[in-house]
C-alpha cells in the first residue's frame, strides 16, 4: 500500500473544509444587511486571529468541543487518574467534560499542549468503580499519544474555521441515516463515480465543461477526503498504542477496549497485549525528607 506523508493527507482532508467554510461564511454575511454582514465577517476574522494567537483558548475549547470545565467533584474523581499519568510522564493541567454523552462521543480528546476533553461516561465509570484508575488513565493517556503523533498547528483556529463544514456534514449525515432504508439510497452512493462521469461526459457535449470540472472534482473528493481521514486515524491510532505501551500501559487498555466490546482489530489487540512481555516503565515517587 502507498504511504502518503502526513502533510499531504492533511491537506487533502483540511483544504475542502477550509474552502467550503470559507464561502458559506461569505454567502452567510452577503444575505445579511451591508453593515451588519461586513461587522460579522470582520468579527469572525478577528476571533480566528485571536484563536491563532493564542487567546480566547479556553472560552472557545468549551464551545468547540460542546464540553465545560470539570466541576470540583468530577476533577476530584479524575485527580488519582491525572497523578497516575504524571508519575508516568504525562501532565495534564486542564480537564473538560462533555456536555452531553452521544454513541459517537470520544472517551477522551487532547487539545492543545496539557488539556483533555473527556465524556461525562467516563467519570461516571471511573467513580462506580466500573473503569479502574489505571484503565482511566490509559484511555487518556492515548488521547494525549493521539494528539502528539498528529501534531495539529493552530488547531482551535482550524477548528474553529472549519465549523461550516462540520455543520453541513452532520446535517448530510442526518438526511443520510432518515433515508437509509430506502433501498436505492445504498446503490446511488455506490454508484455516485459512475454518475459523475455521465455528468462529466453530458456537460462537456453541452458545452458546459466548467460545470463538469466542477462535479468530477467534488465526487473525487467523496473518495478521497473520507479515505485520506481514515489513514490519518489509523496512523495516529497506530502511534497512541506506542505511547500507551511505553507508559507501560498497553494490557489495561487492551483491557478496557475488550470489555466495552470496542471494534478492535486482532493485529491491534496483539499490539497492545505486547506490552505483558516489556518492563514498564518506573514510575516518578515524592520522597519526603
Same mark, same amino acid.
Do not use: K, N
Given at each position: ?20 467554510? +470559507? ?9 445579511? &444587511? ?24 479556553? &472560552? ?19 485527580? *488519582? ?20 454523552? /452521544?454513541?459517537?462521543? *470520544? ?6 499542549? /496539557? ?6 461516561? %467516563?467519570?461516571?465509570?471511573?467513580? #462506580? ?21 498528529? /501534531?495539529?498547528?493552530?488547531? $482551535? ?7 461550516? !463544514? ?9 438526511? =443520510?441515516?432518515? +433515508?437509509? !432504508?430506502?433501498?436505492?439510497? #445504498? %446503490?446511488?452512493?455506490? %454508484?455516485? =463515480? ?54 507501560? $500501559?498497553? &494490557? ?15 493485529? /491491534? ?12 516503565? *518506573? ?7
Amino acid at each position: 500500500m502507498m504511504r502518503f506523508p502526513m502533510t499531504v493527507l492533511r491537506v487533502v482532508t483540511l483544504a475542502p473544509a477550509l474552502l467550503v467554510s +470559507f464561502v458559506l461564511t461569505v454567502v452567510v454575511c452577503a444575505l445579511l &444587511p451591508p453593515a451588519l454582514g461586513l461587522v460579522a465577517f470582520m468579527a469572525a476574522g478577528g476571533v480566528l486571529v485571536a484563536l491563532a494567537m493564542g487567546r480566547l483558548q479556553q &472560552p472557545a475549547m468549551a464551545v468547540l468541543t460542546s464540553s465545560r470545565p470539570a466541576t470540583e467533584a468530577e476533577f476530584g474523581v479524575m485527580a *488519582p487518574v491525572l497523578a497516575e499519568l504524571g508519575g508516568r510522564g504525562v501532565d495534564i493541567a486542564t480537564l473538560f467534560v462533555r456536555r452531553a454523552q /452521544r454513541p459517537s462521543t *470520544p472517551v477522551a480528546v487532547a487539545i492543545g499542549r /496539557r488539556t483533555v476533553v473527556v465524556s461525562p461516561g %467516563l467519570v461516571d465509570a471511573t467513580y #462506580r468503580g466500573g473503569v479502574t484508575g489505571a484503565e482511566a488513565a490509559a484511555a487518556l493517556a492515548h488521547a494525549v499519544g493521539r494528539h502528539r503523533a498528529a /501534531r495539529p498547528r493552530l488547531e $482551535l483556529a482550524v477548528l474553529a474555521a472549519t465549523t461550516p !463544514w462540520r455543520l453541513i456534514m452532520a446535517t448530510f449525515r442526518g438526511i =443520510g441515516r432518515a +433515508f437509509a !432504508w430506502l433501498p436505492f439510497m #445504498r %446503490l446511488a452512493w455506490t %454508484l455516485r =463515480g459512475v454518475v459523475g462521469v455521465i455528468c462529466v461526459v453530458q456537460s462537456m457535449v453541452e458545452g458546459r465543461a466548467w460545470a463538469g470540472l466542477l462535479g468530477s472534482v467534488v465526487i473525487a473528493l467523496t473518495y478521497l477526503v473520507p479515505a485520506a481521514g481514515r489513514r490519518i486515524d489509523l496512523r495516529t491510532e497506530a502511534a497512541a498504542d506506542q505511547f500507551v505501551l511505553g507508559l507501560g $500501559l498497553g &494490557p489495561l487498555l487492551a483491557g478496557l477496549l475488550r470489555r466495552y466490546s470496542h471494534p478492535v482489530t486482532l493485529e /491491534r489487540m496483539q499490539r497492545l497485549e505486547t506490552a505483558a512481555e516489556q518492563p514498564q516503565r *518506573p514510575r516518578l515517587h515524592l520522597v519526603h525528607g
